[in-house]
């Protein structure tokens, strides 16, 4: 199975989970909450690789080596405008689905630790290791 594939599969099958759910919880999640746990990693992994994996691309991209960067790059619609940080978790993740598959159409991948990942997966992985390591 074409690993594309498998992403679209989990993807689905894990918002069709959570999704009967989102209007039932408590208070909305903080940014970094909502952007930081790539859904289609989190289903297949478990968050010390995450966590490695997320270490990894910090080292290869010094550059995004921040929380609040990272937060930007993500809140980046398709059209380059950016997505106000209080959108709900809903939009977010939707948003975030979006922009992994667009990663795999324009080739915006990266290989890290063995995985390959759309740019937005990485960052989302990133982001989940440095607020990990705050906590």
């Known amino acids: 199975m074409l690993r594309r594939t498998f992403c679209e599969i ?41 966590t490695k994996v997320g270490n990894a691309y910090l080292n290869q991209t010094p550059s995004e080596n921040s929380a609040e960067i990272l937060i930007n790059q993500l809140l980046i ?15 977010l993740q939707k948003l975030m689905s979006q922009k992994v598959k667009a990663d795999f159409d324009n080739g915006e991948t990266v290989v890290v ?3 390959v990942l759309s740019r937005t997966e990485a960052r989302q992985c990133a982001l989940y290791s440095l607020t990990q390591s705050n906590n």
Request: hydrophobic share 30%; with cysteine.
């Open 10 to 50: 989990t993807s689905i099958a894990v918002a069709s989970t959570f999704v009967p759910f989102m209007g039932c919880s408590g208070p909305d999640a903080s940014i970094d909450q909502k952007l930081s746990l790539p859904t289609t990693m989190a289903t297949i992994n478990e968050s010390s690789t995450i």
């Open 77 to 91: 619609n398709s059209k380059g405008e950016s997505i106000p940080k209080n959108t709900d978790s809903k939009s």
């Open 113 to 115: 630790r063995g995985w």
